[in-house]
T-cell receptor, first 115, second 114 residues
Framework: QKEVEQNSGPLSVPEGAIASLNCTYS??????FFWYRQYSGKSPELIMS????GDKEDGRFTAQLNKASQYVSLLIRDSQPSDSATYLC???????????????FGKGITLSVRP | EAQVTQNPRYLITVTGKKLTVTCSQN?????MSWYRQDPGLGLRQIYY???????DKGDVPEGYKVSRKEKRNFPLILESPSPNQTSLYFC?????????????FGPGTRLTVT
């Protein structure tokens, strides 16, 4: 059973702080990794994708991937109250970089940013 | 506007009464999937389709059927719904072309089976 684990939450940070979200996965052949944000009552929306080891930055968001250790993380700098949501880690376990016919999601972690 | 639509958005039904949740996308995507989301269990894939007439089971396919007769549509069928199928359901689509493999999610269908 391919598993994606996210650190238990909820996570609460003050406004302006860095929020660090972590995710580990069990299937070594996984090639594509994604972070989705889901506001309460809404559908998930993609905020970051990463395919190679290292860091990928997009605005206040940085995704970090370490395939040898099988973990992927998301850093949110200068956290804002509008970042308060559930963050889902997703892994493409099809074994190749490509479309996500077989995505496995973590259970998600709820982030709360205190004004 | 690129989008995935689902209907109905909310549905309350009784045990055993067959129902269909429709899903349609206008992005010419090859891949489509159905997920259910339950508290404490996260998003779990029910079925997915890689193209017309090509479908495969996800992690929790029991009690569900799908069909992909047209590229844009991927309906989810519950032949005999049971209360344990009460959940929030999402349809999603994605393409293998280009540099992004983002899955676009529909707005969700909240199903209650009594």
């Amino acid at each position: 059973q391919k598993e994606v684990e996210q650190n238990s939450g909820p996570l609460s940070v003050p406004e302006g702080a860095i929020a660090s979200l972590n995710c580990t996965y069990s299937d070594r052949v996984s090639q594509s990794f994604f972070w989705y944000r889901q506001y309460s009552g809404k559908s998930p929306e993609l905020i970051m994708s990463i395919y190679s080891n290292g860091d990928k930055e997009d605005g206040r968001f940085t995704a970090q991937l370490n395939k040898a250790s099988q973990y992927v993380s998301l850093l949110i700098r200068d956290s804002q109250p509008s970042d308060s949501a559930t963050y889902l880690c997703a892994v493409n376990s099809s074994g190749y970089t490509g479309a996500n016919s077989k995505l496995t999601f973590g259970k998600g972690i709820t982030l709360s940013v205190r004004p | 506007e690129a989008q995935v639509t689902q209907n109905p958005r909310y549905l309350i039904t009784v045990t055993g009464k067959k129902l269909t949740v429709t899903c349609s996308q206008n992005m010419n995507h090859e891949y489509m999937s159905w997920y259910r989301q339950d508290p404490g269990l996260g998003l779990r894939q029910i079925y997915y389709s890689m193209n017309v007439e090509v479908t495969d089971k996800g992690d929790v396919p029991e009690g569900y059927k799908v069909s992909r007769k047209e590229k844009r549509n991927f309906p989810l069928i519950l032949e005999s719904p049971s209360p344990n199928q009460t959940s929030l359901y999402f349809c999603a689509s994605s393409s293998e072309s280009g540099s992004s493999y983002e899955q676009y999610f529909g707005p969700g269908t909240r199903l209650t089976v009594t």
